[in-house]
């Protein structure tokens, strides 16, 4: 088959279209392969990264297609630049953005009143949609219902700060105002396996069935706000080559406008808790610091970084080991310090990246947003 400017392409997988134009029969399927439109059913409904990962497990299927060989790395770099042109997933992305963009306006009015009595009404206000639109886009984009995903953050913020504080469990109840002591203890126990006692206990800097080698030293600094452009990583069938491929993007953005050679630095934070909240059910967002002339290009949104006072550690090394270096943080140095958490996100720099550094030379530097315990 002979690629080339006039080539159709399948609207879902990208695979070149072979159709004769001049001898189609009545109601010939011009737009999708075999393999996804099958009798006029889609069988498959895979997201784009998703996708592209796949076809890199298959090389030689689309070189007994096509005739084009190709290795799995080049054949994903192929879809990653022919997908995202084709017709479909043109307005699939761009549909995306935009839910996207109201699920994390309404994230974050979740997040600034976590406590407070929240249910689809009050959301789907705030996202400016219909309640019954809001309830099937939220499960959509987050991977579970309005209800569950607000009691999973509920109860991972006390488990966070179960471990990360020394209030007591009633002064806690008071603090985030969750009335019902029984139903909170039912819910905890569900969802962590364990009681609220034997949770504080598991996880206790005191507790010398823990072994965890890493130890840093932080700097205390106060650092200016910070502007980033991000993408966000979406909920996936593989994570890590999720992550990879919006990294991939975000280097493509910098280094065509020189940004890391300008000194702005990469970026990413968590909107949740390192070692409590599973990895699939993480947010993350990935970034780089922006000038504040700067306009963000279309698909990424932009985040400010609130100024103040940061314990920054700094760790050389895997990136599979920044778990340890958190559960240090949040279980060795935290508690025994002289400083509390501030209400706001927890953040990484990359002082060098993968692509130009043995990963056992990594350098990666750990903002987390404190401020001086009250005496």
């Given at each position: ?65 096509t ?5 799995s ?23 995306a ?158 280094e065509?406008?020189?940004l ?15 070692y ?16 504040q ?19 920054i ?63």
């Amino acid at each position: 088959m002979k690629i080339n400017a006039e080539t159709k392409y399948c609207q879902t997988c990208g695979i070149p279209l072979d159709i004769d134009y001049t001898n189609l029969e009545a109601n010939q399927n011009t737009e999708y392969c075999d393999y996804c439109l099958h009798n006029g059913v889609k069988l498959y409904d895979f997201s784009m990264d998703y996708l592209i990962y796949l076809w890199g497990l298959f090389p030689e299927e689309y070189y007994k297609e096509t005739g084009v060989n190709l290795t799995s790395e080049e054949l994903r770099a192929e879809m990653s630049k022919r997908l995202p042109n084709i017709k479909r997933w043109k307005q699939k992305i761009n549909t995306a953005h935009v839910q996207y963009d109201l699920i994390i306006r309404v994230q974050e009015y979740i997040n600034r009143h976590l406590f407070d009595d929240l249910d689809s009404d009050k959301l789907s206000h705030v996202a400016g949609i219909s309640k019954y639109y809001f309830r099937r886009l939220f499960k959509a984009v987050c991977g579970e219902n309005m209800g569950m995903y607000i009691q999973r953050l509920r109860l991972e913020y006390i488990a966070f700060k179960l471990i990360t504080t020394d209030v007591s469990v009633p002064e806690l109840l008071n603090q985030i105002n969750y009335q019902n002591k029984h139903t909170l203890s039912r819910a905890f126990k569900s969802y962590f396996n364990c009681s609220i006692p034997e949770f504080r206990k598991k996880h206790s800097n005191v507790n010398p069935e823990r072994k965890n080698p890493i130890r840093i030293e932080p700097s205390i600094e106060k650092i200016s706000g910070i502007r980033i452009a991000y993408l966000k990583l979406e909920r996936t069938n593989n994570v890590s080559y999720s992550y990879s491929v919006l990294w991939k993007q975000l280097l493509q953005f910098s280094e065509k406008h020189e940004l890391s050679s300008k000194g702005f630095k990469y970026v990413s934070l968590t909107l949740d808790y390192p070692y409590i909240t599973p990895e699939e059910q993480c947010r993350f967002m990935i970034g780089v610091t922006l000038p504040q002339s700067f306009e963000a290009p279309k698909g990424f949104g932009v985040y400010e970084i609130h100024a103040g006072e940061y314990a920054i550690f700094r760790f050389k090394g895997f990136y599979h080991e920044l778990n340890k270096v958190y559960r240090h943080i949040y279980l060795d140095w935290l508690p025994t310090s002289d400083y509390t958490l501030r209400e706001q996100l927890t953040f990484e720099t990359y002082i060098n990246t993968p692509q130009k550094t043995p990963a056992s030379e990594l350098i990666t530097d750990i903002y987390i947003p404190i401020t001086k315990k009250e005496t």
